[in-house]
C-alpha cells in the first residue's frame, strides 16, 4: 500500500488557516488563538501579546490581559522542556500532569543537592519548611509579590551559592522557592508590576486564582490529550519533533502516540510523519499570503 504524501504548499496551507496567520482566520479572542496553537510561548512576556497580534483582526494589549488577569480563561505556566507558556485555562491540568510535575521533581532535586553543598542539615526538611512558610503566608495575604513575601516570611532572604567556576552565584532563597511552589501548580503568576513588558508578577495561591486547585489527572492520559492537540495544530510532523516539542522521552511520546489514531504519511524531502486520522483530508490554499512572527512565536516553535 503507498504512503499517503503530503506536499509543503500543503503544509503551509494548514498553518496558514490553522493558526490564523491569514487575516480571514484572525480573531479578537486570545483564548481560541492560544487554543490554535496549543499554547503561546512566553518565556518573554512580549511574545504573548506580540503572537496574539499578529492573529487578531484589531491588536491589542487589554483583550490579552483581560483574558490573562480578570476572567482568567489564560494561565501563565511552567510546562514543556521546562518553557514558560500562556495556555488555556482548561489545558492547566493536562500540561500539569504531563510536562510540570517532572519538571517540579527535577527542580526539587537541585535545589536539594545546592542547599546541601551549602552545609545545611537535612536540606529536603529545611526547604519543605520554606515553601509551607511561603504558601501559608500567599493564603493570608491573598497574593504578594516576591519582595511583599521576604517582608512576611524574612526565612524567604537566605542566600545560597549554587553552580561552580564562572557560574557560580548567589541566590535568594524566595525566587527558587517561588519557582518550585509555581511549578507544584500551587501558586500562579498573576498581574505583573509594571507594563505588559514586565516579568515581575505577583504570586496568587490557586485556589484562590482559579477558584479551586488543578485537576489531577493521570500523566498517561494528560501526554495523549497534549499530543493530540499538538497534531491537531501542527501535522502532519514527525516523532522527533513531538518529543523535541514536548521534552517527554521517546518511551512516554510512543505511547502516547500508540493512544491515537493517527495515520502515517510522507513528506515532501521523503521523512516519515503522523497526522490525525480524521485529518488527512486536503485543505485549501489561501490567496498570497505572509505573516510577520516575533521572536520564539508558536508557529516556528512548534517544531
Same mark, same amino acid.
Given at each position: 500500500?503507498?504512503?499517503?504524501?503530503?506536499? $509543503? #504548499?500543503?503544509?503551509?496551507?494548514?498553518?496558514?488557516?490553522?493558526?490564523?496567520?491569514?487575516?480571514?482566520?484572525?480573531?479578537?479572542?486570545?483564548?481560541?488563538? #492560544?487554543?490554535?496553537?496549543?499554547?503561546?510561548?512566553?518565556?518573554?512576556?512580549?511574545?504573548?501579546?506580540?503572537?496574539?497580534?499578529?492573529?487578531?483582526?484589531?491588536? !491589542?494589549?487589554?483583550?490579552?490581559?483581560?483574558?490573562?488577569?480578570?476572567?482568567?480563561?489564560? %494561565?501563565?505556566?511552567? !510546562?514543556? =522542556?521546562?518553557?514558560?507558556?500562556?495556555? *488555556?485555562?482548561?489545558?492547566? #491540568?493536562? %500540561?500539569?500532569?504531563?510536562?510540570?510535575?517532572?519538571?517540579?521533581?527535577?527542580? =526539587?532535586?537541585?535545589? %536539594?543537592?545546592?542547599?546541601?553543598?551549602?552545609?545545611?542539615?537535612? *536540606?529536603?526538611?529545611?526547604?519543605?519548611?520554606?515553601?509551607?512558610?511561603?504558601?501559608?503566608?500567599?493564603?493570608?495575604? !491573598?497574593?504578594?509579590? @516576591? @519582595?511583599?513575601?521576604? $517582608?512576611?516570611?524574612?526565612?524567604?532572604?537566605?542566600?545560597?551559592?549554587? !553552580?561552580?567556576?564562572?557560574?557560580?552565584?548567589? &541566590?535568594?532563597?524566595?525566587?527558587?522557592?517561588?519557582?518550585?511552589?509555581?511549578?507544584?501548580?500551587?501558586?500562579?503568576?498573576? =498581574? *505583573? =508590576? +509594571?507594563?505588559?513588558?514586565?516579568?515581575?508578577?505577583?504570586?496568587?495561591?490557586?485556589?484562590?486564582?482559579?477558584?479551586? *486547585?488543578?485537576?489531577?489527572?493521570?500523566?498517561?492520559?494528560?501526554?495523549?490529550?497534549?499530543?493530540?492537540?499538538?497534531?491537531?495544530?501542527? +501535522?502532519?510532523? @514527525?516523532? $522527533?519533533?513531538? &518529543?523535541?516539542?514536548?521534552g517527554w522521552t521517546r518511551t512516554r511520546a510512543r505511547r502516547a502516540v500508540d493512544a491515537l489514531d493517527t495515520v502515517d504519511v510522507e513528506l515532501d524531502d521523503g521523512s516519515p510523519a503522523m497526522v490525525l486520522a480524521d485529518d488527512v483530508n486536503p485543505v485549501d490554499e489561501p490567496d498570497d499570503w505572509s505573516a510577520l512572527l516575533p521572536g520564539l512565536d508558536p508557529t516556528p516553535m512548534g517544531w
Amino acid at each position: 500500500m503507498s504512503v499517503l504524501r503530503i506536499s $509543503d #504548499a500543503q503544509r503551509r496551507a494548514r498553518l496558514a488557516w490553522r493558526h490564523r496567520l491569514v487575516p480571514a482566520a484572525r480573531i479578537d479572542d486570545p483564548v481560541a488563538i #492560544a487554543r490554535s496553537v496549543v499554547a503561546l510561548h512566553a518565556s518573554d512576556p512580549a511574545t504573548v501579546h506580540l503572537a496574539a497580534a499578529e492573529r487578531m483582526r484589531t491588536p !491589542g494589549v487589554e483583550a490579552v490581559e483581560r483574558a490573562l488577569y480578570d476572567d482568567r480563561t489564560l %494561565v501563565r505556566m511552567l !510546562g514543556m =522542556r521546562r518553557t514558560m507558556f500562556v495556555i *488555556p485555562v482548561d489545558l492547566a #491540568a493536562a %500540561v500539569q500532569a504531563s510536562s510540570t510535575n517532572d519538571v517540579a521533581a527535577a527542580e =526539587r532535586r537541585r535545589m %536539594v543537592r545546592a542547599i546541601d553543598a551549602n552545609g545545611i542539615d537535612d *536540606p529536603a526538611a529545611w526547604l519543605r519548611r520554606l515553601e509551607e512558610a511561603a504558601l501559608e503566608a500567599l493564603n493570608a495575604n !491573598g497574593g504578594a509579590h @516576591t @519582595t511583599e513575601l521576604t $517582608d512576611l516570611v524574612p526565612a524567604l532572604r537566605r542566600t545560597i551559592t549554587v !553552580g561552580s567556576g564562572r557560574w557560580r552565584t548567589e &541566590v535568594r532563597m524566595s525566587s527558587r522557592v517561588m519557582l518550585l511552589l509555581a511549578a507544584d501548580g500551587l501558586i500562579m503568576r498573576g =498581574r *505583573p =508590576r +509594571g507594563t505588559w513588558l514586565s516579568s515581575q508578577y505577583r504570586w496568587e495561591p490557586t485556589t484562590q486564582w482559579l477558584g479551586g *486547585p488543578i485537576a489531577d489527572v493521570p500523566a498517561d492520559a494528560a501526554r495523549v490529550t497534549m499530543a493530540r492537540h499538538w497534531l491537531a495544530a501542527f +501535522g502532519p510532523a @514527525t516523532f $522527533d519533533d513531538l &518529543v523535541w516539542w514536548t521534552g517527554w522521552t521517546r518511551t512516554r511520546a510512543r505511547r502516547a502516540v500508540d493512544a491515537l489514531d493517527t495515520v502515517d504519511v510522507e513528506l515532501d524531502d521523503g521523512s516519515p510523519a503522523m497526522v490525525l486520522a480524521d485529518d488527512v483530508n486536503p485543505v485549501d490554499e489561501p490567496d498570497d499570503w505572509s505573516a510577520l512572527l516575533p521572536g520564539l512565536d508558536p508557529t516556528p516553535m512548534g517544531w
